[in-house]
């Protein structure tokens, strides 16, 4: 399975892909409208506006510092998974994608690095909790939001992950507990991405790193490559070199490039290929 993912609604419509997941809300805060036909993305946690203006959502880190845009160990801002306020808009957000179309994309899932949360929020709910380690209450934070989520997506619901499979990392650095997930979630994606891919080597390592990781699970494997900078020949050879590993290969951000790759591809297969 191929497929894009987009800011531009036409894209949506043509032939060579599968399945186009489209852009709702992204990091930067700002929201469009679901569509359809569309595989609806939704940017949950990851808002630089909500976390540059509201200081009561914000996350904190241990030393107390926002998880604002210019945190030094943050590309974007991000705001609390507990806060319940904005817990709940994104829940309705999510909802409404499934207006138009029954599945949806769940993005920028989990707490933005080990050392967050530390507001008064989440430490007073820690306290309160269950748990006595910190890690497992947070999974269960992240948890609990996804299988909220569930209850709302009538279609498949997809999951994006950072690129890291290795053993404990992705609980330690978000909160993602990818066996408790694997009963809400239909598909795992990891984005793989590189400017030029003038190397294919550890894309393999990830991507077969995943595919280990989720083969006991009851869940699939998407592999996003990037699309925007690298040559045609060079985003051909790293999809060929992930899709091995993968239930679907999406591109990202330039689908006339990842257009340009299946095409080739399709010629290829009818005229033949010679060697030697």
């Given amino acids: ?64 510092r926002p998880a604002t845009k210019d945190h030094p160990d943050l590309d974007s801002g991000y705001v609390c998974p507990s806060a319940e306020g904005y817990r709940d808009g994104l ?10 179309s029954d599945d949806v994309r769940l993005d920028e899932v989990g707490f933005p690095g080990r050392e967050f949360c530390r507001c008064e929020r989440c430490e007073a709910a820690f306290a309160e909790s269950e748990y006595d380690d910190r890690e497992a209450w947070r999974a269960s934070v992240i948890t609990d939001f996804v299988a909220d989520a569930r209850e709302r997506v009538p279609g498949d619901l997809y999951l994006t992950l950072h690129a890291d499979p290795f053993p404990g990392h992705l609980l330690a650095r978000s909160g993602i507990d990818l066996d408790a997930l694997a009963a809400h979630v239909d598909e795992f994606v990891v984005p793989l991405y590189d400017t030029a891919y003038g190397t294919t080597y550890w894309l393999e390592s990830l991507a077969s790193g995943f595919a280990d990781r989720v083969r006991d699970l009851d869940a699939r494997l998407g592999v996003e490559l990037y699309a925007v900078d690298p040559e045609v020949d060079a985003l051909a050879d790293a999809a060929e070199t992930v899709e091995e590993y993968a239930d679907g290969v999406y591109f990202g951000y330039q689908s006339g490039n990842a257009r340009a790759v299946l095409r080739r591809w399709d010629a290829e297969a009818r005229e033949g290929v010679e060697w030697g």
């Fill in 1 to 64: 399975m191929y497929g894009i993912v987009t800011r531009n609604a036409e894209e949506l419509e043509w032939p060579e892909f599968d399945v186009g997941f489209y852009e709702v809300k992204r990091v930067t805060g700002q929201h469009g409208d679901p569509v359809e036909g569309a595989v609806n993305l939704v940017s949950c946690f990851a808002d630089t506006a909500s976390a540059a203006t509201e200081e009561e959502v914000v996350a904190l880190d241990a030393s107390g």
């Fill in 91 to 100: 829940l309705e957000v999510i909802e409404a994608c499934t207006i138009p």
